[in-house]
């Protein structure tokens, strides 16, 4: 079992910045693919950003590439979302996910393990 807690969500203006941080706890943080999802209300939970264990390539949804950067700690057994020029059509809810498999990571379905979602609202 992994047990995953995010923080860092808030609200911001448009053009600002935040960093999430997703804390995990449980089994070897280092074994897992990790990502992050949103979900905006009344839309479906879509891909972020993802960070592979295996060679620890990052992966971006076109909408968040050169905006977004995903990285994880290892030794901290956390990973983060570094996320500047933010656009208010980032808001949602945003989610760490954890997976061990290493494949289909931008597919909601292909994770194992959920975190609770912090809430990211852009707005002046």
């Known amino acids: 079992q992994v047990q995953l807690v995010e923080s860092g969500g808030g609200l911001v203006q448009p053009g600002g910045s935040l960093r999430l941080s997703c804390a995990a706890s449980g089994r070897t943080f280092t074994a897992y693919t990790m990502a992050w999802f949103r979900q905006a209300a009344g839309k479906e939970r879509e891909f972020v950003a993802a960070i592979s264990w295996s060679d620890g390539s990052p992966y971006y949804a076109d909408s968040v590439l050169g905006r977004f950067t995903i990285a994880r700690d290892n030794a901290k057994s956390t990973m983060y979302l570094q996320m500047n020029s933010l656009k208010p059509e980032d808001t949602a809810k945003y989610y760490c996910?954890?997976?061990?498999?290493?494949?289909?990571?931008?597919?909601?379905?292909?994770?194992?393990?959920w975190g609770q979602g912090t809430q990211v609202t852009v707005s002046s």
């Open positions: 996910a954890a997976q061990v498999l290493d494949s289909g990571i931008a597919t909601p379905t292909n994770y194992d393990y």
